[in-house]
Structure formats: structure tokens, C-alpha cells
């Protein structure tokens, strides 16, 4: 069902059709949602995607999948949840208590709980393999993988901490007889949106508007934490945070790369000559690589949690401007005679046009 603010929605979940990547970018081709969700309720029509209201169950399985943040479940706040964590009063993580389906979170948020808790967060595993939502073993399977990449990280940055697993199951009564009663119990919380502002983690910077929040919510705790990170630099980025490099021979400055990053990762310079890359904002969805014309874009290993604490964009590539003394226009300058791609092509291809015939006989 959509509405006036482009939302489609069933009971308790919605999907945001602004923040997807399918409908930001026509070949854009992610489908982490579609193959986590085990009633089918997403589909793609004209290569958009769309939500069925009346096949999806609010079960939350998806949510953390979503690397812009397009899917969301009332009543519960993953971002807030995970900011929190430190106060509540148990280590565990359990889709038994007080949270819907472990796949709501990402592993930027198992990230943060482990570096802002005391203890050990200890994920419950040991329901996932008969949960009725894992028939395909799909959703157990991105669990760990998001669990193994937040250890992944932990690891890299040499923190002694990381997030535990527990196989083994309890002797309390299972509560997720019916997804609603998990969902009921998340609304319980105390954790909301408010507790989100009133820690100091709001969106005040303009350039932030359109970086997913779990983002900016990871920076700020690993700028905590720096002092505690033995590793700030890794040559190896793994899938929390993503690198950029530009080829300067090969790169015309157009700016489609900047026009469609979908979290403002690559903005241009003050002077309109250059490109800049926050690595704290980049979600490696390829976008920027498959629409530059010139290939000039490429992805690169390695992190830099200093760059990453302080949102600290770099600049990936600058040229200074020449006037073409064909067109007059101003081009990046690349060295060599001044000339713009268009005009030097032009020049290689259709130069023979141009000599007259007396030069003609010159030449031969």
C-alpha cells in the first residue's frame, strides 16, 4: 500500500521507496531483502521494488539488510537499541525476550554494542534452525555472516572485545509461538528515538541528511573508543566500511559519481575541480564504479578509523582547469597539448578532412 509520502507499509513494518537502492539507481540490481524474506512479500515491477501488505508478516528478518536503512519495524529502534545496550541489564541478545527476528540488526550495530558494553554481547542461536522464518536457512545464515563481520572488524582494529554466540538453548517456554508477541514485547521497550537525541547523536550537519544513521551512530562510538582501537589503519576493509580511488588519466571530472551516490560519500570540492570521499558515509553499493563512463572509479582495501571517527572526507582527485584552445571551453587539464577529450578525438579521427589538397601534396 503506498501513501502520499512515498512509504509503502503493512501492520507494524515499512519500507521507504526514496531510500532504496533499486529506485535510486534503474541498475541498481540488490536483492538482500528478496532473499531474506520467507513469505516472498517483496517483488520487482518495472525493476522497482515493491512490498506486499498483505504477504508480509512484520517479522523483521530483513531489516538489518538494508544497507541505506529503507526498512524499518514500529516499535522498535535497532539504532537505539544498540546505543543502549550498555544499560540494559543483561548481555544477551535474544529474539525470546524484548527484540523481534536478530536479523533486524546490521553488523555496524553488533559493532557498537561490543564497544560500548562491559561485558561480552552474546547473541541466541539457538532457535534460528527451526524458527519458521529460516525454512531455507537464509536468515540464520546472514545473521553470522553480519555477526562474523563485526568480530571481523573488532579484530582488525585490535579490540579486545566482539560479540559471543550461544548455541545452546534455555529451558524457558517458547515465547515466539506467533511473530506478533515478539513485536508486542519490543514495543515495551524503553529504548526509542528520543534517547537517540538526547545522547548527542542527531543529524545536525546538513551533509548528513542522506547517510544511513547506523553510519554515523558507528562513527561516533568508534571516536569513543579510539584510544582502546590498538589498529586504526588496516589494509583490509572487509564489509562494514568501503574505500575509493579515482584514476586520474582516466577520470573527465563529469560528476555523475557524485550526482548519484545515494549517502553523499563522494561530494565534489569547494572549487569544483575534485572529488572528496568520506569513508565514514561510503556503503560500498558500486553505484559510483558502474556509472562512470570512463571506468575511472575503482574500490580499494583498507580503513582508516581516524578518518572514520572524525566523518574526515579525503580528497581522491584534483585537476586544474584549461581553456580548450579548440572550443574555449574549460576542461580538466591533464597535461600534453590543450586540448578536451572531445576536441582531441575529434582531432585524431576527422583531421584528415581538413587538408587541403595542396597540403595533401606536401604531405605525400
Known sequence: MMSGSFVQRSDLFSYNVLKCLRNAYHFNDCTL????????????????????????????????????EALMIRGFNPNAYAMNFNRL???????????????????????????RSFDTPTCDMAHCGECPL?????????????????????????????????????????????????????????????????????????????????????????????????????????TVFFNKAVSFDLCSLCGDCIQFCPTKALESTTDGQGIMFTQAKCIGCGICNHICKTDAMVSEDGFDLVEIAHKRARQLIRYDMAVCRECRCYYPYKGGEALCERCSGFKMEFSDMFVLAKDQQIIE
Open 134 to 238: 529460516n525454512e531455507n536457512g537464509a536468515v540464520e545464515s546472514v545473521i553470522r555472516e553480519k555477526i562474523s563481520a563485526a568480530n571481523n572488524f573488532l579484530a582488525g582494529a585490535g579490540s579486545e572485545k566482539y560479540i559471543g554466540m550461544n548455541e545452546e538453548k534455555s529451558e524457558q517456554n517458547e515465547r515466539r509461538v506467533f511473530f506478533r508477541k515478539a513485536l508486542d514485547a519490543a514495543k515495551e521497550t524503553l529504548i526509542t528515538d528520543a534517547d537517540i537525541s538526547a545522547a548527542g547523536f542527531e543529524k545536525t550537519e546538513y551533509s548528513d541528511a542522506d547517510t544511513p544513521f547506523k553510519l554515523l551512530l558507528l562513527s561516533s562510538t568508534v571516536k569513543e573508543n579510539l584510544e582502546n582501537l590498538k589498529k586504526v589503519q588496516s589494509e583490509k576493509s572487509g
Open 89 to 115: 541489564k543483561e548481555s544477551g541478545i535474544s529474539c525470546q525476550k524484548s527484540i523481534p527476528c536478530l536479523g533486524v540488526f546490521d553488523a555496524h550495530h553488533y559493532i557498537i554494542m561490543a564497544l
Open 33 to 68: 531483502c528478496i532473499d531474506l524474506c520467507p513469505e516472498n512479500a517483496f517483488s520487482i515491477v518495472r525493476n522497482k521494488l515493491m512490498l506486499s501488505d498483505i504477504k508480509c508478516i512484520d517479522c523483521a528478518a530483513c531489516v538489518g539488510s538494508c544497507p541505506t
